[in-house]
């Protein structure tokens, strides 16, 4: 059974940074490319960061560029999201996913909830 475990959200004031991670069991992790997404409330969710399986290269929407950066760890089956200068239009649920096809390839995980306040 696949399994998608968000965490390291929560407050933190313009400017500051978060790290992000995400842990994968059931399989989906080792051979396939991963994402991070987010979903802004009333806002539809969407792709900030790729990465391939083998590390690189990796991809970036262009509000985030410059300023996140994805990781991995295969050895662990865990996906990281470092978040720098963050800006209160970065608020948002984040969930990570599995990309197949351009796709995300399975359920989502609950998320973690990231919020910067101004």
Avoid: H
């Avoid at 992000?20 to 396939?32: K, T």
């Avoid at 509000?63 to 050895?75: L, P, Y």
């Avoid at 239009?89 to 399975?106: H, Q, R």
């Amino acid at each position: 059974q696949v399994q998608l475990v968000e965490s390291g959200g929560g407050l933190v004031q313009a400017g500051g940074s978060l790290r992000l991670s995400c842990a994968a069991s059931g399989g989906i992790f080792s051979n396939n490319a991963m994402g991070w997404y987010r979903q802004a409330p009333g806002k539809r969710r969407e792709l900030v960061a790729s990465i391939t399986s083998a590390g690189a290269p990796t991809n970036y929407a262009d509000s985030v560029k410059g300023r996140f950066t994805i990781s991995r760890d295969n050895a662990k089956n865990t996906v990281y999201l470092q978040m720098n200068s963050l800006k209160p239009e970065d608020t948002a649920v984040y969930y990570c996913n599995a990309i197949i096809g351009d796709l995300p390839a399975t359920s989502w995980g609950q998320g973690t909830q990231v919020t910067v306040s101004s």
